[in-house]
């Protein structure tokens, strides 16, 4: 691939990006904003699984007997609800188990993001472009339906990936050496400790434990993402601003290059973003979580849910449809930034790699064409 190299500040040729190179930027951006978000995935998973299958939870005032705590001098907490919010969560979790507590599970998290994201970032546009070509329509298109189908496969493609890494992920960050959080608890000292543990005692099988689940969080997820963030970033460039003077938003229209149009259509791509994807996601980290046993056939099965939608209707029956929805303040708190994260981040990588690549300015805003 050659590039021409102009002084900075005058007209450059486009410069090529392969599927592999937007597979790294996708992947760095989306690592860069994970070490940020961690935190609050942490919260999140927590409040998700307190009070699982209970009608009613009560409050943790003191050790209370229950079932195996995962040390000697845990608290058992099945059941119970031990936290009143995402801030509640996340201050008792930081005064108890110090940053490494918050920081649960950072090392498969980063893994994990480097096959979600990076599949999902990379893969995006070569996936859009094909589905166009099968369709009928000019590549460079902006297609809604195909847009859709683009950021859901290439979301399905990283969640298959990733999914032995988002399992131990949630599983860490579920474990507390306080309490039992949930009605399981698994306690990994590192990413290839869990690895090791579950094929040890569940099988290869178990790598694969929630994959449906996984799929259909990321594809709800990954169908919003990218597509509302481009409608958002088109809306916003070719903004007619003489057609509506009070638009609160004019003072962006018309800078596609900008980071504050990247920043405003990131936040609200992650706002579509959570409100699609959390009964999946709620769905997903019990699954993962769940107990599991050796069957007759010696197969290792969950022994609360056989599927996300089992999951679902479990919870819907016994702690209403909002329990749907526990963790919801955490996982926006969580999503928003991560999504605006990744995407500016994205965006800045992207620019600074082919101004860089172009012998250009860092600051340049380059014409990008991908392959």
């Given amino acids: 691939m050659t590039s021409s190299s102009p002084t900075a500040g005058t007209t450059a040729a486009p410069v090529k990006i392969s599927t592999a190179e937007g597979f790294v930027t996708g992947a760095l951006a989306a690592?860069?904003?994970?070490?940020?978000?961690?935190?609050?995935?942490?919260?999140?998973?927590?409040?998700?699984?307190?009070?699982?299958?209970?009608?009613?939870?009560?409050?943790?005032?003191?050790?209370?007997?229950?079932?195996?705590?995962p040390q000697a001098g845990a608290q058992a907490a099945v059941g119970a609800r031990l936290y009143k919010s995402s801030l509640d969560c996340f201050t008792k979790t930081l005064k108890s188990e110090g940053i490494k507590g918050v920081q649960r599970g950072i090392g498969a998290a980063y893994v994990y993001q480097v096959l979600l994201n990076g599949s999902r970032l990379g893969f995006y546009e070569p996936f859009r472009k094909a589905i166009n070509r099968a369709a009928g329509r000019r590549p460079e298109e902006q297609w809604a339906a195909g847009a859709f189908a683009a950021g859901a496969s290439?979301?399905?493609?990283g969640a298959i990936l990733g999914n032995p890494l988002f399992l131990i992920k949630a599983r860490i960050q579920a474990y507390s050496p306080h309490f039992v959080i949930g009605r399981a608890s698994h306690n990994y000292t590192s990413t290839i400790d869990g690895l090791s543990k579950?094929?040890?005692?569940?099988?290869?099988?178990?790598?694969?434990?929630?994959?449906?689940?996984?799929?259909?969080?990321t594809a709800m997820g990954s169908t919003v993402q990218l597509p509302a963030y481009t409608w958002f970033k088109g809306y916003?460039?070719?903004?007619?601003?003489?057609?509506?003077?009070?638009?609160?938003?004019?003072?962006?229209?018309?800078?596609?290059?900008?980071?504050?149009?990247?920043?405003?259509?990131?936040?609200?791509?992650?706002?579509?973003?959570?409100?699609?994807?959390?009964?999946?996601?709620?769905?997903?980290?019990?699954?993962?979580?769940?107990?599991?046993?050796?069957?007759?056939?010696?197969?290792?099965v969950g022994t609360l849910y056989r599927n996300p939608f089992h999951c679902l209707y479990l919870t819907a029956k016994a702690e209403g449809v909002l329990g749907w929805y526990k963790g919801t303040t955490a996982h926006l708190f969580r999503i928003a930034p991560h999504t605006v994260l990744t995407l500016v981040v994205n965006e800045a990588y992207l620019r600074w790699y082919t101004n860089f690549k172009a012998g250009r300015s860092l600051l340049d805003a380059p014409a990008v064409k991908k392959m």
């Fill in 154 to 157: 290439s979301g399905c493609v």
């Fill in 198 to 217: 579950i094929i040890k005692s569940e099988g290869v099988r178990g790598l694969v434990r929630g994959m449906d689940a996984a799929v259909l969080r």
């Fill in 236 to 300: 916003l460039t070719n903004m007619d601003v003489e057609a509506n003077p009070y638009n609160p938003l004019k003072f962006i229209a018309n800078k596609p290059n900008s980071f504050f149009t990247y920043f405003a259509s990131s936040i609200f791509s992650g706002l579509c973003v959570c409100a699609v994807m959390q009964p999946a996601d709620t769905a997903l980290t019990r699954m993962y979580n769940q107990p599991v046993r050796v069957d007759e056939r010696g197969r290792s």
């Fill in 31 to 69: 690592m860069t904003a994970v070490t940020v978000t961690n935190p609050m995935e942490v919260c999140k998973t927590r409040m998700q699984l307190q009070g699982e299958l209970m009608s009613s939870a009560p409050r943790v005032l003191s050790g209370q007997a229950g079932s195996a705590a």
